[in-house]
């Protein structure tokens, strides 16, 4: 088949456009939805200057997302001095696993000439998944643990790499999954967290906000077009499942989200148009409800609780 825009031969079917693609029409393609919504978003601050540019920290795990992200925003960045990246790669301590995807993160940044920071559940909290999963003190599944760590670690951490945005390579599947997990589960609340902390464009840090503001800029993008980005530019991704992972959920919603794009192409995109716009109207009822956030009593980070999840889960795992 050639190319819709060229007499090329093409790489890729994007069932939901109609595009037949070639490999340099392809990688324009992509490259342009994340400029776009990089732009729609309102990512960079008319502030920044090349004298004092923005720091933006992508959390980097060396999967094809963050691998992908990264390229990119180097490519779109990298004449702008306004712009400084810096990759931050969370080690779970996950036997053969994160050590390889570390080596990818290690050679793609090298390869950019990108800042790239490495901290480890060990160093900060004195535990690895792997023993995690093994105790389990809280009878829950790994990634419910992995997560709150995570969390803490990227936002702690984009403090103090002095970050104005906190980036993560989450596409569109990603997003259409959690918006559809949210609707079944009938999480008003969610929805609103969830546009408020990543979807809801852009709005600068203002004096006083708790967190560093969050993207995600490759939200546009199909998964399997990120896979073929990776493959195609021969990107240092490592592309592994976690033997941990463990959304069961998650997966059943996958499955269906293939079928009904399969069968109606564009309901990924449906789905985050619709959802976009509802978690605008709900992050405005939901503004209020988040006024009572305090901090943390033993390591001081910002809660609603007194003691924070992540120090909970400590407590319970320290005490097995
Ligand atoms: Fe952690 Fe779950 Fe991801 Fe594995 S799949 S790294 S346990 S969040």
């Not at 195609?232 to 997966?251: M, N, Q, V």
């Amino acid at each position: 088949m050639e190319c819709t825009k060229c007499d090329r031969e093409a790489v890729m079917h994007a069932a939901y456009s109609g595009a037949h693609l070639c490999e340099t029409h392809f990688r324009e393609s992509v490259e342009r939805r994340v400029r776009k919504r990089v732009r729609e978003d309102s990512l960079l601050s008319g502030d920044a200057t090349p004298e004092d540019p923005e720091t933006w920290v992508i959390g980097l795990s060396g999967g094809k997302d963050s691998v992908v992200l990264t390229h990119v925003l180097h490519e779109t960045f990298e004449e702008d001095p306004r712009v400084e990246l810096v990759g931050l790669t969370i080690h779970e301590g996950i036997e053969g696993y994160r050590d390889r995807s570390l080596e990818a993160c290690v050679e793609l940044a090298e390869g950019l000439g990108v800042r790239h920071e490495v901290v480890s559940y060990e160093d900060e909290f004195g535990v690895r998944m792997d023993e995690v999963v093994e105790d389990d003190p809280e009878d829950m599944a790994a990634c419910a643990y992995c997560g709150v760590f995570r969390r803490d670690l990227l936002s702690t951490y984009a403090e103090e790499l002095g970050a104005d945005k906190l980036l993560t390579g989450h596409n569109l599947d990603d997003e259409a999954q959690t918006a559809l997990m949210n609707f079944l589960e009938g999480d008003v609340a969610q929805i609103a967290k969830h546009f408020d902390a990543s979807l809801g464009g852009f709005s600068e840090r203002k004096e006083g906000d708790e967190f560093v503001p969050r993207a995600k800029p490759l939200r546009d993008v199909p998964e399997k077009e990120v896979a073929l980005y990776a493959h195609l530019l021969d990107l240092p991704a490592h592309i592994t499942e976690c033997p941990h992972s463990s959304e069961a959920y998650r997966g059943e919603i996958q499955r269906l989200l293939y079928e009904l794009e399969e069968n109606h192409p564009g309901t990924r995109h449906s789905i985050m148009a619709g959802y976009e716009e509802l978690g605008g109207i709900v992050s405005e009822e939901y503004d209020d409800r988040s006024a009572d956030l305090g901090e943390c009593e033993r390591c001081g980070s910002t809660t609603t609780r007194e003691v924070c999840r992540k120090c909970s889960l400590l407590e319970a795992i320290e005490a097995v």
